[in-house]
């Protein structure tokens, strides 16, 4: 039935083309979902960290810098494990004033 031996890891064993080919497209597009949950995950931690600099006061133009906001989002990566309460994005806000990403506290 068209099953043919076959070397994997050092054994010999049978495969089928179509078994074989029906394998592999489901490895790709598992990896095509991981990717996009990824990107969709980014996504929304950059949406969430925008919402929270309009709701701090900061003008629209800063709000939109998307270096600043993916420098902030990069910093609240590296120093914030789990979920990202007030407190983190107050820290970032204040980490990026005094480093100077940007001008000053926002205007509330």
Do not use: N
Request: glycine share 6%; proline share 2%.
């Amino acid at each position: 039935h068209h099953w043919t031996p076959c070397l994997s890891e050092g054994e010999v064993r049978l495969m089928h083309r179509v078994v074989l080919d029906t394998v592999q497209d489901q490895l790709a597009r598992r990896e095509v979902s991981e990717l996009k949950r990824g990107d969709d995950a980014v996504r929304k931690r950059i949406m969430r960290l925008r919402e929270r600099m309009t709701a701090a006061g900061y003008d629209r133009a800063v709000v939109a810098d998307d270096v600043l906001v993916e420098r902030m989002d990069a910093w609240l990566a590296k120093h914030v494990r789990g979920q990202r309460r007030q407190d983190a994005y107050d820290k970032v806000f204040q980490v990026a004033v005094r480093e100077r990403w940007i001008g000053g506290a926002p205007r509330r």
